[in-house]
Nanobody, 121 residues
Framework: QVQLVESGGGLVQAGGSLRLSCAASGAILSINDMAWYRQAPGNQRELVARISSGGSTNYADSVKGRFAISRDNAKNTVYLQMNSLKPEDTAVYYC???????????????WGQGTLVTVSS
């Protein structure tokens, strides 16, 4: 069974940095786009950053210049480097990927369980 497992969340002071990781495992034939979303209390889940299989990236305006998404295709892993963190970045961060599951025989949309990032002022 394909799954995504995130790590790297935690508590950091404003201005600090964190690096999130998300590793995909299971019967994977290929991985298309990978992305990070976040959801703060009382808010809808929003896209933070996305990276294509070829490495093209796009970011939410609120994180441009501070966050960087990257991926290691050999490890089926996506990363989110977060710098100059602000209290408003506090949220649960979710990994998302379009993965072709060998067992299912088609591409499906997968989500990680989420990792909490808390930025104190």
């Amino acid at each position: 069974q394909v799954q995504l497992v995130e790590s790297g969340g935690g508590l950091v002071q404003a201005g600090g940095s964190l690096r999130l990781s998300c590793a995909a495992s299971g019967a994977i034939l290929s991985i298309n786009d990978m992305a990070w979303y976040r959801q703060a209390p009382g808010n809808q889940r929003e896209l933070v950053a996305r990276i294509s299989s070829g490495g093209s990236t796009n970011y939410a305006d609120s994180v441009k210049g501070r966050f960087a998404i990257s991926r290691d295709n050999a490890k089926n892993t996506v990363y989110l480097q977060m710098n100059s963190l602000k209290p408003e970045d506090t949220a649960v961060y979710y990994c998302n990927a379009g993965i072709y599951d060998i067992v299912l025989g088609f591409e499906d949309d997968y989500w990680g369980q989420g990792t909490l990032v808390t930025v104190s002022s």
